[in-house]
């Protein structure tokens, strides 16, 4: 799987979420986004969720979120971010 | 709009909801600018009915306009409450409210006619309380409360206090009570107007909005957690001491005013704290009000030592600078935002980006002609004729308004109407 790291902890509001949006337009079988946010972006999961991706987020103990969307539902999203980040 | 605590825009009102209420809020800016060619520098005597006119078409008509807005936007998202059938209740509060102000307004302007003072008595109390109560009570219903939502409760607490102030007041004014207890009633409804309802949702939503749209360290815990609930009891401890101690409130508005100069060079300080320094218009409107907010307090503070009779009509001038450069702000992140993610959010592919809704030139324009106009506010204290000057200004500025309004709204139709929608979850 290609990864395609999404560091939006320094960025503005709604920032973040207008790059994640665009990315998840042309996500495929083959990739995920795997985004770095410094809050939990729920917007953008329900409606990455609503249009049928699946998604993990998890919270590391610097209090920064790991934001893992896939196109593909055979792929296990925990065994990517253990793989990326100790969280 | 707001992600931290975990919900959504699911829970959101309809966009048109949101616009209604800033549209309203505009039309009422206008209107006072229309005003104003009348009234002239007479706003400037607190005693005159052109003050009083002038105050609510600005506090009433604008300011509780545009932060219904805000509320039906945030209290969902910011505290996770859902606002049952949100146009029902939006629509059973615009219209009374709308016609209840004009009403008041009118009862200002023809006092014999005491009639419009019980009608917009009764239009307002029922269209405000019976929509602030039920707001009130689901957010003291709540298990975790933010910062945030607590400092929403205390100022729709303090909304409430507004609102039945004003009725006993205008009970007075139509005949039903005997009004011996005008004078500290007045004193104690404008107080909570300003700094217990305007002053404090501003505050509160800030501890929420400033880090997250401007990338900042967190407000001091101590700030957060304590100053929305300082300011609120120190407006009821003043307003029950006052029926025994008239000048209480001289030691109140000290506290006050030193309180809110506090929280305004801590958020200036925290704009300057900024990870990413670039500098957009909405970054100025926030400077701009805040540093109003220290000279209104400055000027009050002077007050209390000094008869200088400038520095009266000065506060009132930064207090209103200090509100609407906020609410402004706010407009120009919210009016965007809401209105591409609206559109994302049903999926059209070619709904506009959010420079396109409003252009970051657009709202810097604004800032512009918002500064004009607070400038030559000030001037017509020196040189009369700027009021006329200044009553333009104010047209301008809240046509602005109405136009971003009118544009994001005609692009929201014209992308549902012909917009391309994108299908990404084939899976679904």
């Given at each position: ?87 | ?102 009403t008041l307004?009118l009862g200002f302007?023809f006092p014999?006619l005491s009639w419009l003072y019980t009608l917009s008595a009764f ?46 007041l205008l009970a007075s004014l139509s005949g039903y ?252």
């Amino acid at each position: 799987m290609i990864k395609i790291p999404l560091d939006v902890r320094e960025l503005e509001h709604p920032k973040p979420l207008e790059l994640a949006m665009k990315i998840l337009r042309e996500l495929n079988e083959t990739n995920y986004l795997y985004i770095l946010h410094r809050k939990n972006p729920i917007p953008l999961l329900d409606f990455a969720g609503e249009q049928g991706f699946q998604c993990l987020n998890k919270e590391d103990t610097h209090g920064n979120w790991h934001i893992l969307i896939t196109k593909n539902k055979n792929i296990d999203l925990q065994t990517l971010l253990n793989g990326s980040f100790d969280v | 709009m707001f992600s931290q605590n975990g919900l959504s825009l699911d829970q959101a009102p309809p966009l048109s909801v949101i616009f209604r209420f800033f549209f309203l809020g505009s039309l009422f800016g206008i209107l006072a600018g229309v005003l104003l060619f009348f009234y002239q520098t007479e706003i400037f005597d607190a005693s005159s009915t052109a003050a009083l006119t002038f105050t609510h078409l600005l506090t009433l008509g604008v300011m509780l306009s545009f932060m219904f807005a805000a509320l039906f936007q945030m209290l969902p998202v910011i505290a996770g409450i859902t606002l049952t059938s949100p146009v029902r209740r939006a629509n059973l509060l615009i219209y009374p409210f709308a016609l209840g102000s004009i009403t008041l307004l009118l009862g200002f302007n023809f006092p014999t006619l005491s009639w419009l003072y019980t009608l917009s008595a009764f239009l307002l109390g029922v269209s405000l309380l019976g929509t602030i109560i039920p707001m009130l009570s689901d957010l003291l219903k709540l298990q975790n409360h933010s910062f945030s939502s607590k400092g929403m409760a205390a100022a729709l607490l303090s909304l409430v206090f507004v609102v039945l102030l004003a009725l006993y007041l205008l009970a007075s004014l139509s005949g039903y009570v005997d009004g011996s207890y005008y004078v500290p009633v007045k004193a104690a409804h404008y107080s909570f107007g300003l700094f217990g309802w305007i002053a404090l949702l501003i505050i509160s939503i800030s501890f929420q909005v400033i880090e997250m749209f401007y990338v900042t360290p967190p407000y001091p815990k101590i700030v957060s957690m304590y100053l929305p609930v300082g300011i609120l009891f120190l407006l009821l401890g003043s307003t029950i001491t006052a029926f025994f101690i008239p000048d209480i409130w001289i030691l109140s508005e000290i506290l006050l005013a030193l309180l809110l100069s506090a929280y305004a060079l801590l958020t200036l300080k925290r704009l300057t704290q900024r990870k990413r320094p670039l500098t957009d218009a909405t970054v100025w409107f926030w400077r701009m009000g805040l540093s109003s907010l220290i000279l209104s307090m400055l000027s009050i503070l002077i007050l209390n030592f000094t008869e200088l009779s400038l520095l009266k009509p000065l506060s009132y001038i930064f207090f209103t600078s200090f509100a609407l450069s906020i609410v402004f702000a706010m407009f120009y992140k919210i009016v965007p935002f809401l209105t591409w993610f609206h559109l994302n959010s049903q999926g059209y592919f070619s709904a506009p980006l959010m420079h396109e809704i409003i252009h970051p030139k657009t709202a810097k324009k604004h800032l512009y002609i918002h500064l004009a106009t607070i400038i030559t506010f000030i001037a017509s204290l020196f040189f009369s004729p700027f009021i006329f000057l200044a009553a333009a200004l104010t047209i301008l500025s809240f046509g602005w308004i109405s136009y971003q309004i009118i544009h994001a709204h005609f692009l929201y139709k014209k992308t549902q109407k012909s917009g391309e929608k994108f299908d990404m979850g084939s899976m679904n």
